[in-house]
């Protein structure tokens, strides 16, 4: 499988996204300006993310975008098959007919990896990646380095 730039970038301005999901919209010159991705790379992503359901626009002064779902409800695989025009982890897409029109002799490692692939990406939210330590402090590092409100993970019960 090759997960090409579309992929990566739309998880990674996701990420940064629902890093930041809280009081304002986000504008994707913050996420292109933090996570160096261009503007207009942004904009194409985020049309597709907004079709999809995965982001809002919101308009007007102050503007941006929010999630268009719960960070808990985004699979890493909604992200990545919002964006990518096709998913293909398989040299033949899946029609077994990888060998001249039949299955070729290694046809059922490939779909039992594709199947492991997809399962793991679906397996994984961005809530999940909120809660991270390392994502947290990577964010916390990048909003310091570019003047950006820095976001304080929001606790929700001490024990004592």
């Known amino acids: 499988m090759k997960l090409s730039t579309k992929g990566r970038y739309a998880v990674t301005a996701m990420l940064?996204?629902?890093?930041?999901?809280?009081k304002s919209p986000v504008s994707l010159a913050d996420i292109s300006r933090c996570q160096k991705i261009s503007l207009s790379y942004l904009e194409q992503l985020f049309a597709k993310l907004r079709k999809n359901g995965l982001v809002r626009g919101v308009r007007g002064p102050g503007g941006g975008y929010r999630l268009g779902q719960e960070p808990a409800e985004i699979s890493v695989f909604d992200i990545v098959s919002a964006v990518e025009e096709q998913l293909d982890f398989m040299r033949c897409a899946g029609r077994s007919d990888c060998d001249?029109?039949?299955?070729c002799l290694t046809h059922a490692l490939w779909c039992d990896l594709s199947s492991q692939i997809q399962g793991y990406l679906?397996?994984?939210t961005l809530s999940d990646l909120v809660s991270d330590q390392n994502i947290q402090s990577v964010s916390m590092r990048q909003d310091l380095a570019n003047d950006r409100a820095?976001?304080?993970p929001e606790i929700t019960s001490v024990s004592i």
């Open 16 to 22: 940064d996204l629902a890093m930041h999901e809280g």
């Open 100 to 103: 001249g029109g039949q299955e």
């Open 122 to 124: 679906q397996s994984i």
């Open 150 to 152: 820095v976001v304080i």
